[in-house]
């Protein structure tokens, strides 16, 4: 069983609950085989500001929103994410008991990928075109490494960048990211967890979460993802479809706060997606 | 052959051309064994000026200088030591085909160590003792998950901190890190380089170079050493004698800059330790 576990990086999430969950399933169950993936956003916004460097947005003509990322920027979301967080989170893991290993998507190329040479996007009402943005997508994953780790006993935690052909660290989105990590390893399970219970009809209003997605309904879900939501909904479908490996075939998107978000995410709390024709709208 | 090489973070240093010159010889002998063990005090002294968390010594009574490291100031070492300078290295050697693995010394718990539960130090005149700094030093290290690395053609890029059997993450001193660890893999060659030559009789004088350390000079070495390098002195001597390990048969402390500094290093340019009766003065 390989469980895979995505947790963001927005404001208000707080790791030590789910790490501590997440550290007591293992040792329960030695077993089982985890990769965790994180993001950073919110702490590289924070860092940037008192850097003097506010944080920048690209927003796609379709609405997709991603981080506008030239060279300083990188640097500040490098320490960010694979120093101050990934290493919180190993430290946490190691000090619960289980033998983590904190790497970026480049040590070892696990991540590799391509940059964007051009992005649309809208600027004050108008399409531009931006060509020297250090982002990109992944297109290959370095499974043999992430497998040698877990059959030494190991956890990975995964985390952007990754690398280009050329070597060029560039920023991904880390739901994709993990999606296609997911997708690569055959794990049976994927939980993207953040600070929102899942893809909500309305934003403002928990009661119209959308508990299950399948082909029945999910133009309705990607009509319903806005702003962040629609790269987890897009990286739920990548996992589901197997894009760059095997489909996974559980994917959630939930809840990384409250008790026992793990467990609950994996018993349906959320946003379920399934291959099956069993699908409902909002409960 | 193991060669591991530790590269100093202090002012000064250019990376890229050191980089550089390891990746073409890692290309020309791919049976070459290497472990890259790199500091960062420079640039963790810039980002806490930026911060307005100016950086702070401890001198020891006995002239040993290190970081005064709270748990913000460990935040930031780690943002700069784990993100910015980790990802970097890895960065340029796998643009120039290095498949290289950046890890931190709490990753898989490479570096175990103890924290110093009180630090005797001189501050304005006076001896103090400190009981909440999180430093200390290392006692063992995971050599299987190097060698594994290292097995599957992977160059492993090591960086404090490093980890309590309590899982604190704690500032070590990475000249003596480095040192432990060559003992532990049967490394064959050591070599510290830095924004120094050498050993200098005085630190003014590049001329007053001491080329050759021994049993039959050491004391003469370690009384030349002032600030930084008696902890590069104290590191050459653990490797050579082995603590930990095996001994090194040869540890060599030299520049970092320059032409080809690793393959002058190797050729003796520097201050270069053996355990031989032959042994010299300044030339």
């Known amino acids: 069983m390989t469980l895979f576990i995505k947790i963001g990086g927005g404001e208000g999430i707080s790791l030590s609950p789910i790490l501590t969950e997440l550290a007591s399933l293992i040792r329960a169950d030695p077993a089982l085989r985890v990769v965790l993936v994180h993001g950073g956003s919110h702490e590289t916004n924070v860092l940037s500001e008192k850097l003097g460097r506010p944080p920048r947005t690209i927003t796609s003509p379709s609405g997709h929103t991603s981080r506008r990322t030239d060279r300083d920027t990188l640097d500040i979301f490098t320490m960010v994410y694979c120093g101050r967080i990934n290493k919180s989170i190993v430290e946490h893991l190691q000090r619960e008991g289980v033998n983590a290993v904190g790497l970026s998507g480049i040590d070892s190329a696990i991540w590799r990928g391509t940059r964007k040479s051009a992005i649309r996007a809208i600027e004050e009402g108008r399409t531009v075109i931006i060509r020297d943005d250090l982002s990109g997508t992944v297109d290959a994953v370095d499974a043999d490494f992430l497998n040698l780790l877990m059959d030494t006993g190991r956890v990975p935690v995964l985390t952007p960048p990754a690398i280009t052909e050329d070597g060029i660290a560039i920023n991904v989105d880390a739901d994709r990211a993990a999606a ?88 349906g709390s959320g946003t379920v997606f399934t291959s099956s024709a069993h699908a409902g709208a909002a409960h």
Chains 1, 2 share one sequence.
């Open 180 to 267: 296609r990590t997911a997708a690569a390893l055959g794990a049976d399970e994927l939980l993207l967890l953040s600070n929102v219970r899942g893809v909500l009809r309305n934003p403002d209003d928990p009661s119209s979460l959308i508990t299950h997605a399948s082909a029945a309904n999910i133009d309705d879900v990607r009509a319903a993802a806005g702003g962040r939501m629609k790269n987890k909904v897009l990286a739920a479908e990548e996992a589901m479809t197997g894009v760059g490996g095997t489909p996974v075939s559980r994917v959630v998107i939930g809840a990384a706060n409250g008790d026992n978000p793990i467990a609950r995410a994996r018993a």
